[in-house]
Nanobody
């Protein structure tokens, strides 16, 4: 059984920092592209950051220079370090694991963790 378990989010003041983690089980973690998505109230879910199985990273423009995605294949865990947080970063953050193998997409989601940036 595949499980992606995000760490607890929380309330952070603007300009503050928070690190999210996503612990995976039931998959060969190192083979998966891992991503963070977020969904703000009334908005569609959007891709925040992605890290490939080889360690390459990509970010949506609004978080570049502030967020850092990383992975530890020995711990089957992905991280999102969020710095200089802004109120517009308020959202539910979701962990995603994806792998395309023999024309089949294997796609898994965490339960989501709420991050609120507010004074």
């Amino acid at each position: 059984q595949v499980q992606l378990v995000e760490s607890r989010g929380g309330l952070v003041q603007p300009g503050g920092s928070l690190r999210l983690s996503c612990a995976a089980s039931g998959i060969i973690f190192r083979m998966y592209y891992m991503s963070w998505y977020r969904q703000a109230p009334g908005k569609q879910r959007e891709l925040v950051a992605r890290i490939t199985s080889g360690g390459s990273t990509d970010y949506t423009d609004s978080v570049k220079g502030r967020f850092t995605i990383s992975r530890d294949n020995n711990k089957n865990t992905m991280y999102l370090q969020m710095n200089s947080l802004k109120p517009e970063d308020t959202a539910v953050y979701y962990c995603n694991a994806n792998r395309r193998f023999q024309r089949v997409d294997y796609d898994y989601w965490g339960q989501g963790t709420k991050v609120t940036v507010s004074s």
